[in-house]
């Protein structure tokens, strides 16, 4: 995906960020930007700090050190209306029905009644839930639900989405429809700033993102940055024989019959091929791409975390 310039400026500012609670610090020094009009991926295992910088950023937590500011300033309450926040912790009045729900959400973001009505049918319908408009929200399965919760924190148009796991849960073909609405709302002009430990959403919607870990940044960039930086290119292998050690490429994957390779800088493809098959390898299969950001995640924060499990 093509980087976003940001010619206007970040919309989200965190510069020395420190948070601690008591003797433990959770956020050391953190620091970056989201520019507006980009969807910026907020990456890391659970524990790694990323609730508490969004929930500083919003006022909720009162900082230890640093700046954090939206649109320019500390966040405050007369910047809600531009704000569309989707928390890991989702909260609705399970008890009322669908259309009753996301209509008194819509007044209160501050559409007419009949504003707010008309864009929770429209977007029920979108979703593919028109014919539950008068079900209660409890009756729904969790991601049901889940998609009458990302309704709700569009419906305002807002100028800022912070989205925490906005797919959790989905199955692929409800994962690819709510991943089109957050493009549309992109497109529309939004800024995204999406947590996720979905690797492909990442790849596919966010111009830049930052690796948190222990508080800190791991790592901070476009996606191709962060490839290069963990190992831009990679070499999947389906072969008959051992792969030797060599200079022109790291392996990080070695079973048998199939072995990873990450390449070194400036060796083409071409001559790693070459070596193999005078080291006396039988390529079956050469595959050679980018290095994928599930790859990276894993090499960071190990498998657990890309299920969420990681404490």
Known sequence: MTSVTGSAGPLIHIK????????????????FDVMRGETFGFLGSNGSGK??????????????????????????????????????????????????????FGRLKGLAKPAARAFSLDYLDRVELAGKADTRLDKLSAGEQQKIQLGVTIMNDPELLILDEPTKGFDP????????????????????????????????????????????????GTIDEVQNQYGGRTVRLRHTGRVPDSPLYRVITRETNYAELVLADDVDEADVLRSLVSAGVAVRGFTASKRSMEDIFIQVYGAAA???KAA
């Open 306 to 308: 890309l299920d969420g």
């Open 173 to 220: 073909v409800n994962r690819r429809l709510l991943m089109d609405l957050i493009e549309e709302r992109k497109t529309a002009g939004a800024t995204v700033m999406m947590v996720t430990h979905q690797m492909e959403e990442v790849e596919r919607l966010c111009d830049r993102i930052v690796l948190l870990k222990d508080g800190r940044a791991e790592a901070y």
């Open 51 to 104: 609730t508490t910088t969004i929930r500083a950023l919003l006022g909720i937590y009162r900082p230890t050190a640093g700046t954090l500011h939206v649109g320019g300033r500390v966040f405050s309450d007369d910047y809600g209306a531009r704000l569309g926040y989707l928390p890991e912790e989702r909260g609705l009045y399970k008890k009322e029905s669908v259309l009753d729900v996301m209509t008194y």
């Open 16 to 31: 020395d960020f420190r948070m601690r609670f008591g003797d433990q610090t959770v956020i050391d020094d953190l620091s």
